[in-house]
């Protein structure tokens, strides 16, 4: 045998074990691999997951789960974020595993999910140490965002799993712990997720609400974290749920309208006031561009500046109303909001709003959040402390929010304000269907609260919520009667 035939022998003899080297290696990495591939996905029925999760007839528990490196970590950002800044809003995402049972015998488990407190006055350390050094364990509201990618590098598999995965057809879900105002717990506790219903049943664009028992897990130590009232977050998915996109997939500017850095009450007082929130810096605005960002470069807002200017402008609101806003359903959410005594919003408070502009029209949409001030309980702008029962229909104070003033500048407003709130009190805002919902969530959960000894409030009590809804739509009944005589 020649010596180049030799050659030749051994090549493809080389050439052959390189093939199942590759090979093996490759069977091997993939065994090794799918299972963390796999154990990141959510392959579940994701729409039924969702009408389940808000379902108020439903029993509903969330367990948290960490390692407690990690609640270590949680602790350790939230106080280094405190000691900068003076405040705990910091937003690093910590890894935790959900796990997730109803009444409808779902129960499944949910790995690598972000985790972070959130909420601006009332946020706080999930646990401190007492002067014994003991642990004691404090409700805080908090999300979880199911597409968080965690330190994975861009090109990974594990990444490109995340970066869209979704739970209950949600990117994200937040959870609002009942609070506590003048040392006192909203004993009603289903107040908030009752409130979103009643804007949704007036019409309103809101998000969906509903409420259920969290649990803490770290390492060994289990908690019961109490009862929480679970809220569909206003960003993309939610748009993508209630808007039409352009051709692109893409939606108009979303705003949140706070009172960050002064009152967002739509005035041409707003130098300073809009931007993008830079967390890692503290730096917030009272109008917050939500998407469209530029990856956190965009420097021009034309889209609210545009309306601001509109506004202030009283003979061209008047001609151009109904090409500037979805005038309908801002009259709707005003006249729900005055029956709930929602005085922590735009008209009252300047403040806890979303501004939405259509991708084709630019005309923007109201949408209401935050609405744990309501119901005859929380802070509010009445100084009788009877939490705006008495209020008048319409006031010297809303000229301090600009699109409310504009608004009732016009008569043919005015009138579907009034409609409105003669059709809400009569069919919709009433104390039997508001106890109705409360009978079956004091059913469903207190035994459990008690029993746990959950932190927070554990017994429902109707406080004064008869008399809050009896007498306010007495009052507005009358009032209304008034102006037809």
Not at 319 to 342: C, K, P, S, T, Y
Not at 354 to 360: A, S
Not at 414 to 434: E, G, M, P, R
Request: with cysteine; proline share 1%.
């Amino acid at each position: 045998m020649s010596g180049l035939v030799m050659k030749r022998i051994i090549l493809i003899f080389l050439l052959v074990a390189s093939i199942a080297t590759l090979s093996y290696y490759q069977l091997v990495y993939a065994n090794t691999d799918e299972p963390s591939i796999v154990r990141l996905m959510n392959s579940r029925k994701q729409k039924k997951d969702y009408d389940n999760l808000f379902n108020d007839g439903l029993f509903k528990s969330f367990t948290i789960e960490f390692s407690s490196t990690e609640f270590q970590s949680l602790l350790d950002s939230m106080q280094a974020y405190f000691d900068e800044y003076g405040t705990y809003q910091d937003n690093t995402m910590h890894k935790v595993t959900l796990t997730y049972s109803d009444g409808n015998s779902n129960d499944f488990s949910i790995q690598e999910v972000g985790f972070r407190t959130k909420s601006n006055t009332s946020r706080n350390l999930p646990m401190t140490l007492d002067w014994r050094n003991r642990e004691v364990f404090h409700q805080t509201s908090f999300q979880l965002q199911f597409d968080a990618t965690f330190d994975y590098s861009v090109n990974s598999n594990e990444y490109e799993i995340l970066k869209s995965r979704e739970a209950f057809n949600l990117k994200q879900l937040n959870f609002e712990f009942c609070k506590t105002f003048d040392s006192e717990y909203d004993e009603a506790m289903i107040s908030e997720a009752y409130s979103y219903f009643l804007y949704e049943q007036a019409g309103v664009i809101v998000s969906n609400a509903s409420y259920g028992i969290v649990y803490f897990k770290i390492d060994e130590t289990f908690v019961g974290f109490g009862f929480y009232t679970i809220i569909e977050p206003i960003d993309n998915s939610f748009l993508k749920k209630n808007f039409d996109s352009d051709l692109l997939g893409d939606f108009g500017d979303l705003y949140k309208c706070t009172d960050t850095s002064g009152p967002a009450d739509l005035s041409t007082s707003m130098n300073g006031l809009i931007g993008i929130n830079e967390n890692e810096l503290n730096e917030r605005y009272s109008y917050a561009l939500k998407n469209n960002t530029l990856d956190g470069t965009r420097t021009h807002f034309d889209s609210l500046t545009g309306l601001i200017n509109n506004l202030d402008n009283s003979a061209f609101f008047s001609l151009h109303q109904d090409e500037l806003i979805d005038v309908d359903l801002f009259i709707r959410a005003l006249a729900m909001g005055f029956l709930i005594g929602n005085t922590d919003d735009y008209r009252y408070n300047s403040n806890n709003y979303y501004l939405y502009f259509n991708i084709y029209t630019n005309k923007v949409i109201y949408i209401p959040f935050d609405l744990d001030n309501s119901l005859g309980f929380g802070k509010h702008q009445d100084l009788t402390y009877l939490y705006g029962v008495n209020y008048p229909l319409a006031s010297s104070s809303d000229d301090q929010a600009t699109l409310v003033k504009r608004i009732f500048e016009i008569e043919d407003n005015v009138n579907l304000y009034h409609q409105y709130l003669l059709d809400f009190s009569t069919n919709i805002f009433t104390f039997d269907a508001f106890y109705t919902d409360f009978i079956t969530a004091k059913e469903t959960y207190q035994d459990i609260l008690v029993s746990e000894n959950h932190l927070g409030n554990q017994v429902f009590s109707l406080r004064n919520i008869e008399w809050y809804i009896n007498t306010k739509r007495t009052n507005v009944l009358s009032m209304l009667d008034a102006l037809s005589d």
